[in-house]
């Protein structure tokens, strides 16, 4: 069983930035990544990085978005720079952990508010 803790969102203002984070207990994670869901849209993969530091990025945040992992501390960041309207919605973390097959889990929920 892996537990999700999120934390980093906020409200910040067009062209701001925030750092989302998300710290994993249990078994080290294969992959870590972030999905979002904006209002009224379906939920779409952002960022994800593997243990071995291999990224992939949505086309609309690449450029300002930032994925990282500390795998010492089971944790997976998303820095967030040059923030637009378009990017207010509900954050998720998401990882896979590989046992017997891969298990997926999901965070809470992190709410990104960026105003105009």
């Known amino acids: 069983q892996v537990q999700l803790v999120e934390s980093g969102g906020g409200l910040v203002q067009a062209g701001g930035s925030l750092r989302l984070s998300c710290a994993a207990s249990?078994?080290?994670?294969?992959?870590m990544g972030w999905y979002r869901r904006a209002p009224g849209k379906q939920r779409e993969l952002v960022a994800r990085?593997?243990?071995?530091?291999?990224?992939n990025y949505a086309d609309s945040v690449k450029g300002r978005f930032t994925i990282s992992r500390d795998n010492a501390k089971n944790t997976v960041y998303l820095q967030m720079n040059s923030l637009k309207p378009d990017d207010t919605a509900v954050y998720y973390c998401?990882?896979?952990?590989?046992?017997?097959?891969?298990?997926?889990?999901w965070g809470q929920g992190t709410q990104v508010t960026v105003s105009s």
């Open positions: 249990g078994s080290i994670p294969r992959v």
């Open positions: 990085i593997t243990s071995g530091g291999t990224t």
């Open positions: 998401n990882v896979l952990v590989l046992l017997s097959r891969d298990y997926e889990y």
